[in-house]
């Protein structure tokens, strides 16, 4: 026996990081505000558990594809050369039919125990992510995180259909919020994982137009960001609370935000990147605060 197999992660850990936990929790817990928000008071139970069961299978699934289909590019970087496919941990094989397993469990789910249009809608965003994405855009254009945002910006949308069985404006909203969130959170990372992507050949927009551009890329989303966060209390989906939370988290990333394009430190932009990830889940649950705390919300007109 290898002296190093005491050490090696345990099989079901090496299945749990195919499907990127912290990313799917963060994706299941949007999709969780949506549930909640699509309803005045408790949504149906049957909803809340198995469309949202489904929905972080799906993330699964599509995170695990995404690890098979980049396995030569992570074999490249150093921040993804330990990830199970790259050390020969699991095979692609092993990936795919737990992937598959993961697909399949998910559609069944969503498409018996919850309805149709969240499970095609769910099942767009995997292929979204996991095909379009990974496949095409990731390698063909500096704005691959911009396009294919949309795809990790669905959760919401997907949370609220499972209880309404229809695409509401105020679910589409809350896409938004992610849609544009998400490439000032990314740009961050790209920045500090600059080399690594150049070395690989992926063309992050720190690669192909320089960090200096990208960094003013980072202030200029953080900015409609906050604009666009401040429409759930402008068209009454939320209140007062809310718009409070939203006020100093703004405020906090715009401050990130600045103090990346001004100064070069190394240390900033995963600070910005980990207070990104901190930003939108206390913007979502703020809103989730606000939604059961009607005294707080604007009254009708």
């Known amino acids: 026996m290898s002296a190093l197999a005491p050490h090696a992660p345990a099989l079901w850990r090496r299945y749990l990081e195919l499907t990127k936990p912290r990313v799917v929790a963060l994706i299941t817990f949007t999709a969780i505000v949506g549930t909640l928000l699509s309803s005045p008071g408790a949504p149906p139970l049957d909803a809340l558990v198995w469309g949202n069961l489904g929905i972080a299978l799906a993330a699964a699934c599509a995170a695990t594809i995404n690890h098979v289909l980049d396995r030569r590019i992570d074999e490249q970087m150093a921040r993804t050369q330990a990830r199970p496919l790259p050390t020969r941990a699991l095979s692609e094989r092993n990936a795919l039919t737990f992937a598959a397993l993961l697909g399949v469990a998910a559609m069944a789910v969503l ?28 390698r063909a254009t500096p704005q691959n995180i911009v396009i294919g945002g949309a795809a990790g910006a669905a959760p919401p949308v997907l949370g609220w259909a499972a209880v309404t ?14 849609f544009v969130w998400t490439p000032p959170h990314f740009w961050a990372l790209a920045i500090a994982r600059r080399e690594d992507y150049a070395r690989a ?28 966060t401040l429409l759930p209390y402008v068209t009454g989906m939320s209140g007062l609370l809310y718009l409070a ?16 394009k001004i100064s070069t430190r190394a240390e900033l932009p995963m600070r910005v990147f980990h207070f990104s990830v901190t930003y939108l889940t206390w913007l979502f649950a703020a809103l989730l605060l606000d939604h059961y705390l009607p005294a707080l919300r604007p009254a009708a007109p």
């Open 111 to 138: 498409a018996f125990l919850v309805n149709l249009l969240t499970a095609v809608l769910t099942f767009a965003s995997l292929i979204g992510y996991a095909v379009i994405y990974t496949v095409w855009l990731k």
């Open 165 to 178: 069985n229809s695409i509401d404006p105020n679910a589409l909203l809350l896409a938004l919020i992610i």
């Open 201 to 228: 050949g992926i063309p992050m927009l720190p690669v192909t137009h320089g960090v200096a551009y990208t960094r003013l890329q980072v202030l200029l989303y953080t900015v409609l960001l906050t604009v666009v």
């Open 245 to 260: 939370a939203a006020l100093v988290l703004n405020a906090g990333f715009l401050y990130y935000a600045l103090i990346l």
